[in-house]
């Protein structure tokens, strides 16, 4: 799958499974590596990435998102850029909490975070301020991506629903929509020509379609 002779692509990758993940602990800055499997997800997803024959290559700064970033940068040869801006959502006070012991806990606070109210969590990031951090960072990778070239961003599930909603020109209430991207799911945003908006070309792509 070679680029579009004209127009630009920009594909948006989640990070491979952690022992995190696995049990619906909630991650957000905290530094969590990926397990075995999610590493076998990211090997096995590289590959179709390349395919896309990118140019660019960036990543959240947190070890689950460099690790991953290393299979795609291993098959594209690209050197990645490294950027807080891509990082989740900080969950402030309930890092590392499950989401059952979330649930359990905090029952009414639960209720708003579930619905996308994630500014009810103590100490973490407002969606305003994901999608503004995220938003930044997609600006810069556009203003350097040449016409007809792809771009590959790999990011963190909350917060690549704010840049698929920056990208989109979507309000945060219609990014809500967005199913969530399974561990090494990737999106595809394409735009037919310099100037034109982004489409959503593809949601939740995966090795074992």
Same mark, same amino acid.
């Given at each position: 799958?070679?680029?579009? /002779?004209?127009?630009?692509?920009?594909?948006?990758?989640?990070?491979?499974? @952690?022992?995190?993940? /696995?049990?619906?602990?909630?991650?957000?800055?905290?530094?969590?590596?990926?397990?075995? @499997?999610?590493?076998?997800?990211?090997?096995?997803?590289? &590959?179709?990435?390349?395919?896309?024959?990118?140019?660019?290559?960036?990543?959240?700064?947190?070890?689950?998102?460099?690790?991953?970033?290393?299979?795609?940068?291993?098959?594209?040869?690209?050197? $990645?850029?490294?950027?807080?801006?891509?990082?989740?959502?900080?969950?402030?006070? +309930?890092?590392?909490?499950?989401? @059952?012991?979330?649930?359990?806990?905090? $029952?009414?606070?639960?209720?708003?975070?579930?619905?996308?109210?994630?500014?009810?969590? &103590?100490?973490?990031?407002?969606?305003?301020?994901?999608?503004?951090?995220?938003?930044? /960072?997609?600006?810069?990778?556009?203003?350097?991506? &040449?016409?007809?070239?792809?771009?590959?961003?790999?990011?963190?599930?909350?917060?690549?629903?704010?840049?698929?909603?920056?990208?989109?020109?979507?309000?945060?209430?219609?990014?809500?929509?967005?199913?969530?991207?399974?561990?090494?799911?990737?999106?595809?945003?394409?735009?037919?020509?310099?100037?034109?908006?982004? +489409?959503?070309?593809?949601?939740?792509?995966?090795?074992?379609?």
């Amino acid at each position: 799958m070679s680029a579009a /002779a004209s127009g630009r692509r920009v594909l948006l990758l989640r990070h491979g499974q @952690t022992s995190w993940n /696995a049990v619906q602990r909630g991650q957000g800055h905290a530094d969590i590596e990926l397990d075995e @499997t999610g590493h076998g997800q990211a090997a096995a997803a590289a &590959p179709y990435l390349a395919e896309y024959q990118p140019t660019m290559l960036w990543s959240s700064d947190l070890a689950r998102c460099r690790q991953t970033t290393q299979y795609v940068a291993k098959e594209t040869g690209l050197e $990645p850029v490294y950027d807080e801006r891509l990082r989740e959502y900080d969950l402030g006070e +309930r890092t590392g909490l499950t989401l @059952t012991e979330f649930e359990e806990r905090y $029952p009414a606070e639960f209720a708003e975070f579930a619905a996308g109210g994630w500014q009810a969590v &103590p100490g973490g990031e407002t969606v305003a301020e994901v999608r503004a951090r995220t938003e930044a /960072a997609l600006t810069d990778v556009l203003a350097v991506l &040449p016409d007809g070239e792809s771009a590959v961003m790999v990011s963190h599930g909350g917060s690549l629903k704010c840049a698929i909603a920056a990208g989109l020109g979507w309000t945060d209430e219609q990014a809500l929509s967005l199913a969530g991207l399974a561990n090494c799911g990737w999106v595809v945003l394409k735009q037919a020509a310099l100037g034109d908006p982004f +489409r959503l070309a593809a949601y939740n792509l995966t090795a074992a379609r």
